[in-house]
């Protein structure tokens, strides 16, 4: 029978939270690296048994850490992460150049097809790669020095490499998002990167349709249709059928396009989840009720879900690594929030209960449909 | 033989449960106590200073013999109670938070 495998970051460490293929009854595992801040952690799609987390701490640094037992036990592997020659500068918030310092990676991505190699996405923003399980990583250059880095600056969070999209039909292409950069794309397998944000207006920036600048909050791919991209913006959310080369609104009767996440039904490429927040400065749910909008138009029309979520007084954020779904039939929604629940649905988003109520708050959340 | 008593955290990232010893070659300065902490647990690189600049992390300090050695230069030499093992070498993360 088919299980499933929750991987929870928070503020406080991790967690692992498992089920069977009904998802009715959870066992929850953890806290792994307690005390310790854990941006994100995944598995590899080769290898389900072999996860990989990022463990930072404002005293110590970052550390990696790898499982070859689906999280059971846990080894450090490399830390270093130094940037390829001179790093040189960025934009700092008040305009001014500011030196490129690694602070943490935010988000690690495995190989589709090798459980040894995997992407990591740091802060300040860069591309990392390790090919050896993770004892070595090395920055793929061509992204910062592509020809805007020098122009990048942080968003409020920081100057974060926060989504990491890995083409599915094309192992040279992968798709990247740097808050507040915006959308890059590789064709060569990240030899070269050219930015990919035409349609996106964003006016909080001087020229609001500027080539780079956007606060892009996260991007969303379903595997069968790998050109077409869904995105949460800082405000907006858009959607490209080119691969990014041109977006359109897709916000349609939102209550607010303001967010962090964003992600596809697993069997169901037009069927989109996002979590409208207030505002930029009010990073909570419109009238103090969590609702989950599901869009199965592929956007501009959405509806409420509403069930088993609570509906007053509530008043959490859900960041932008945190919802993800399962492969099961029918499919599996997942959230976490900066309240500490993690929220399910086994069907689709039409009902959700809580897995845990009461987790420190939650950074990230990805899921691993087990045979 | 250095006594070196490190943070919870890193205690744990090193799989220690107490304080630890290291043999230091020639003088024992900060550096070279570091360098042989770091070469006994290697996961603790990176941890306490940074791996390139070898610049101490902002929020640890390193304390002995009731004095904060934190500013002091990485090679100057280190207590000669230390030395013989009669104090401990700290290091100590701030206290931070609410």
């Known amino acids: 029978m088919s299980a499933v495998r929750v991987l929870v970051g928070t503020r406080k460490g991790a967690f692992v939270l498992t089920s069977d293929a009904t998802r009715k009854k959870w066992d929850v595992n953890g806290p792994f690296f307690g005390g310790w801040e854990v941006y994100h952690l995944k598995g590899s799609p080769a290898d389900p048994s072999r996860l990989y987390a990022s463990q930072t701490s404002g005293w110590f640094g970052q550390i990696i850490q790898r499982s070859s037992d689906g999280g059971k036990t846990w080894e450090p592997v490399g830390n270093k992460f130094v940037y390829d020659g001179v790093p040189g500068t960025h934009q700092w918030y008040d305009g001014t150049p500011h030196p490129w310092e690694f602070k943490r990676v935010w988000h690690l991505e495995p190989s589709l097809t090798d459980p040894d190699t995997i992407y990591a996405g740091v802060e300040d923003a860069a591309l990392f790669r390790s090919t050896d399980g993770g004892q070595n990583w090395h920055e793929l250059p061509g992204l910062r020095g592509h020809g805007s880095g020098a122009s990048w600056s942080p968003g409020a969070g920081g100057l974060g490499l926060h989504t990491i999209l890995l083409d599915p039909g094309n192992s040279k292409r992968m798709f990247i998002a740097i808050s507040a950069a915006g959308a890059f794309r590789t064709d060569d397998g990240g030899e070269t990167w050219k930015p990919i944000n035409r349609g996106l207006r964003s006016e909080g920036i001087p020229n609001p349709t500027a080539e780079v600048g956007h606060c892009v909050h996260r991007i969303a791919m379903h595997r069968s249709r790998p050109n077409v991209l869904f995105m949460q913006k800082h405000w907006d959310v858009m959607r490209t059928d080119n691969a990014g080369d041109s977006w359109q609104d897709v916000g349609g009767n939102l209550p607010t396009d303001f967010g962090f996440p964003i992600d596809v039904h697993a069997h169901e490429p037009e069927t989109v989840y996002v979590v409208p927040i207030k505002s930029d400065s009010e990073h909570y749910p419109p009238d103090g009720r969590l609702r989950v909008y599901r869009s199965r138009t592929g956007g501009h029309e959405w509806e409420p879900l509403t069930n088993g979520l609570p509906q007053r007084d509530c008043y959490v954020n859900v960041l932008r690594d945190a919802m993800a779904v399962d492969s099961l039939d029918s499919c599996g929604v997942y959230f976490g929030t900066t309240g500490g629940q993690v929220y399910a649905s086994s069907d689709a988003g039409d009902s959700w209960a809580p897995i845990v109520r009461d987790l420190p708050a939650v950074l990230s959340v990805e899921v691993q449909t087990l045979p | ?98």
């Open chain 2, 1 to 98: 033989m250095i006594r070196v008593v490190l943070p919870q955290h890193l205690r744990t990232l090193a799989r220690v449960d107490d304080e630890v010893t290291i043999d230091v070659r020639g003088p024992a300065t900060v550096r070279s106590v570091l360098d042989a902490l770091e070469s006994q647990y290697p996961v603790l690189q990176g941890t306490i200073r940074d791996h390139i600049t070898q610049q101490r992390r902002p929020f640890l300090r390193f304390f002995a013999c009731e004095e904060d050695l934190s500013q002091d230069p990485p090679d100057a030499a280190l207590p000669d109670a230390v030395v013989n093992g009669v104090e401990p070498f700290l290091v100590v993360g701030a206290m931070a938070g609410g």
